[in-house]
Structures are given as C-alpha cells and as structure tokens.
C-alpha cells in the first residue's frame, strides 16, 4: 500500500502536472529549465557578493490586498469557501469555473462562496491587464490580489495570501478548499464529507508521505541544497485540492514566519504543518481526492468523486452538464 502511494506520487512528481493555471501562460517548464541550468549566474549578486538564488521565496513580507471582497465573508457568512489561485490573465478559466463547479451558492444547506487569488500581472501590459481585472472584479465581486509579481515561484506567496485573506476577512468561515484551476470539484461530496470533519486543525486531500526534494537541475521542482538542505519533505496535502478548517490559516502563517519559505507551494505548507505538530487528516475514501485518470470517465464516476485533474476547460464544461442532466447518475 505505502509502496504503491509511493511509486504514484513518484509518477506523479516525474511526469505530470501540466498545470493549466501556469504552463499555459507562461510555458513555465521551458523559462525554469533556462533558469536552472544557469542558476548560478542568474542569481542576483548583492554589494556584499551574497548570491540570491532565483529559488528563494520572498516571505515573510508586508503583502497587501488590492483587491480584498472585505465586505462579502461578512455579509453572506459562508461555511465553506473555495479558492481558486489563478493567473491574472487567465480570466477564461475563471469564467469557466464560474459558470461549472464554482457556481454553486447553497449546498446541502450550506452556503458556498467563491473567490480567485491573484498577484500582479507581470510587466509586459500591465496596465492594461490591470484595467480588465478591476473591470471584472466590478462585474463578479469574486476577485483577490496582493501586491507580489505574479509567478510560478510567487505560487508560495499566493498560498500564503490566501491564509492571510482567509484570517483576516473570512475567519467565521468554518471551512476552506484550496483548488487549482484544472480541477473538477464536486462541491456537494465536498460539503458532504466536511459535515462529519474534525472543527479545527483538520486538512485532508492527498497526502504525499515520501516527497522528495528535487536536486535535478532541470526538473521543475528543483530544489538546490542551500534553499532546502532536507532530502525530505514532511507529510503535505497536494497542492491541486485540499481542504482545512477555518483555525489553521492563522496558526500557518504563524509557523510561516518561523520556517524559511520554498516555492513548492504544498510542501511548504506541508513544512508548516509540521511546525505546528499537526497531522493531516486522512479523507474518508481515497477515490474522493484523484490526480489525473483516464477521460471521460462515466457520470456515475463523476457523481462519487470530491476532485480530480482534467486536461482542458472543455473537459470541465463537459462533466458539470453531463452531472447536471436529469435522472440518476449511476
Ligand atoms: C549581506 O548578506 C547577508 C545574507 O547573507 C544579508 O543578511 C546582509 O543584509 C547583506 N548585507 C548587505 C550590506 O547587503
Ligand atoms: C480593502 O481594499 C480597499 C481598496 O484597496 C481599501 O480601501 C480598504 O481599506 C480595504 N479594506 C480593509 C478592511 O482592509
Ligand atoms: C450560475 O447559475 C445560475 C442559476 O443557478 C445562473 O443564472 C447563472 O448564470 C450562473 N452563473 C454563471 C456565471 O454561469
Ligand atoms: C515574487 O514577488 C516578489 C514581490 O513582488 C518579486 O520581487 C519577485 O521578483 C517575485 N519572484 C519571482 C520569481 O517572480
């Protein structure tokens, strides 16, 4: 059993994960593979000869929220919460998770919100592509953003604004779901299984027991030994869907300010996690939580499920009508 968690998350950390959030927009792989190869002469050189590798994370920091939706937790008190981090051009897979998985308001009894996390656009038209953001934030009201460049090695960054957003303006919230834009959720079972949880320190998805650091310059998770000097990473929730309850978004960023920030996102809270000596929770059934699997799978699949990876906007529309078609799903 444990070997075979292993060798799938092995697969997993050595394959896939084309994540549409981020090779899309940035065609990431290929800038990062760049970048690891000449790491030591793109790090920055300071006065003092200290070189900055381009794999520090810039946190702790002072990050504020241009856009912080701080009258809507209030307001509308949610139980659960999901939220989406997204790049800040890719405004097509917000509207489609929107429209799909995202658009569910009261379930089960419970009400439900949306929000999308944000950084910076990059440099290149960013004012414009600022312009758009404040004009679809005016329209849906769903929108998030702090002041930190926009980036896959940001994605820490974002993790960590999503807590802070979470304490500072949605704390009554009783829980949250952290989801990658390539996800399909189906919020009922999610709603469903939170119902039974554990209230406080609980956070469940996949949990990844062997992760190792990369020392691979050219894989995408590199990790030189002077940013992570362990071999190592502790138990963490995979980044593409977990869920926690409402206390621990401050309690992380509490841990946060203590262990050094690494961009692998899900392993940073994993670290986190560890800090503060609190276990994952195992989900009730390991189907709920998927990775990749192969598509289409039947609406019966879809119907029993909390989460899986897809490949395409088009696959997510695809499932949310077929779930949404009268009758039994299995
Ligand atoms: C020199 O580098 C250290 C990090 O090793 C840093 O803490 C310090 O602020 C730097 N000093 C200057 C003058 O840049
Ligand atoms: C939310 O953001 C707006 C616009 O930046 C700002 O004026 C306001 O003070 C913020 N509200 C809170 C409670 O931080
Ligand atoms: C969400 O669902 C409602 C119906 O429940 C619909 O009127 C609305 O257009 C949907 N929102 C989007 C963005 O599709
Ligand atoms: C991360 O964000 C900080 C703050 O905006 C920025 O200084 C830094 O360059 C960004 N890092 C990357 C790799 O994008």
Redesign the pocket.
């Known amino acids: 059993m444990v070997f075979v968690l292993a060798f799938i998350i092995f697969v997993y950390i050595n394959s896939s994960r084309p994540s549409g959030t981020w090779t899309d927009s940035l065609s990431w792989g290929r800038k990062h593979t760049k970048m690891a190869t000449h790491s030591t002469t793109a790090g920055r050189r300071l006065s003092n000869q200290t070189i900055i590798s ?1 794999y520090l994370v ?1 946190y702790p920091h002072d990050y504020y929220f241009i856009l912080n939706e701080s009258a809507r937790c209030p307001s509308e008190r949610p139980y659960l919460v999901l939220m989406v981090p997204v790049a800040p051009k890719d405004r097509a897979s917000r509207d489609v998770i929107r429209s799909t998985w995202g658009n569910e308001t009261t379930v089960l009894g419970k009400t439900v919100r949306l929000f999308f996390m944000l950084g ?1 656009p990059g440099i290149n038209g960013r004012e414009q592509t600022q312009e758009e953001i404040f004009e679809e934030s005016r329209e849906h009201h769903d929108l998030l953003q702090s ?3 926009d ?1 896959y ?2 994605l820490t ?1 974002k993790t960590l604004m999503i807590l802070k957003w979470l304490s500072t303006y949605c704390s009554d919230a009783s829980y949250a779901l952290k989801a990658d834009t390539d996800m399909f959720v189906n919020v009922r079972n999610l709603v469903k299984m939170l119902l039974k949880a554990p209230k406080k320190n609980y956070m469940t998805g996949i949990v990844a027991k062997h992760g190792t650091a990369s020392r691979n310059p050219k894989s995408k998770w590199y990790l030189p030994v002077d940013v992570f000097p362990g071999n190592r990473f502790p138990p963490y929730a995979m980044g593409q869907a977990y869920a926690f309850s409402l206390d621990l978004p401050g309690k992380l960023l509490e841990a946060a300010k203590h262990v050094k920030a690494i961009y692998i996102e899900d392993a940073y809270v994993g670290l986190c996690m560890k800090h503060l000596g609190i276990r994952h929770t195992e989900p009730p059934s390991h189907s709920l939580f998927n990775l990749y699997l192969r598509y289409p799978q039947s609406r019966c699949f879809y119907s029993k499920i909390i989460s899986v990876i897809l490949r395409s906007r088009e696959q997510i529309q695809e499932i949310w009508k077929n779930l949404k078609k009268p009758g039994p799903a299995c």
């Open positions: 381009p810039a910076l002041d930190f460049l980036s090695q940001n960054i």
